[in-house]
């Protein structure tokens, strides 16, 4: 099968598997996402959402939330540019990066449609090189996702080139069963918090 017939068919399977499992999700941990936006809110000043400028496929810009896990008026850049990055963590901030759990609230972006479960994590919108990287290897065609093949092959430590790397090899592999594959081994890294900076 062709890649743009393969990408065709693993798209309609990847939407059914991304809502219906999302919608599971979502109704088993409505009381734990409602828990940590109140301990955001309790331990920092501010919202207990951060929404931030991500891009999404072929390079269109869309609204990401996280559990704001930084305090208001930190600098908006990846976070590995911010010179000691623990100093704008919030009282919770480092806890909820480590377990990942500040990504929960990005299963409205899967319900919505403007992510996946895995795929490659959603560029800010002033990482031009990363941006860039991408959409020259064909990339930027794929839906970002809130995991993906270069998350469970690194994380935090890869450099650009690397992870683009992946990503282009997660293009040209991509399937239902490989995105099964990826959600598992990221929850197994998610445990043993492998692989994360900050």
């Known amino acids: 099968m062709q890649l743009g017939q393969r990408m065709l068919f693993n798209c309609s399977s990847?939407?059914?598997?991304?809502?219906?499992?999302?919608?599971?999700?979502?109704?088993?941990l409505v009381t734990p996402v409602a828990m940590i936006f109140i301990l955001v809110r309790l331990t920092s000043s501010g919202p207990g959402l951060y929404w931030s400028d991500r891009v999404g496929r072929n390079n269109v810009l869309f609204k990401m939330p996280k559990f704001r896990s930084m305090q208001i008026g930190t600098p908006v850049v990846a976070t590995h540019l911010l010179n000691n990055p623990d100093a704008y963590l919030t009282p919770i901030g480092s806890f909820l990066r480590k377990s990942s759990l500040d990504e929960l609230p990005q299963l409205w972006n899967i319900i919505k449609g403007d992510m996946s479960f895995v795929g490659p994590r959603p560029a800010l919108f002033n990482q031009a090189d990363l941006i860039e990287l991408r959409t020259r290897c064909g990339v930027h065609h794929l839906m970002p996702g809130?995991?993906?093949?270069?998350?469970?092959?690194?994380?935090?430590?890869?450099?650009?080139?690397?992870?683009?790397?992946?990503?282009?090899?997660y293009l040209h592999r991509q399937s239902l069963w490989l995105d099964v594959k990826i959600i598992f081994l990221t929850a197994l890294k998610v445990i043993r918090r492998d692989g994360i900076v900050h």
């Open 14 to 28: 990847k939407r059914v598997f991304d809502v219906v499992f999302s919608m599971v999700l979502s109704a088993i």
């Open 146 to 169: 809130l995991t993906g093949w270069a998350q469970i092959n690194g994380r935090d430590e890869l450099p650009i080139p690397d992870k683009v790397a992946l990503d282009v090899e």
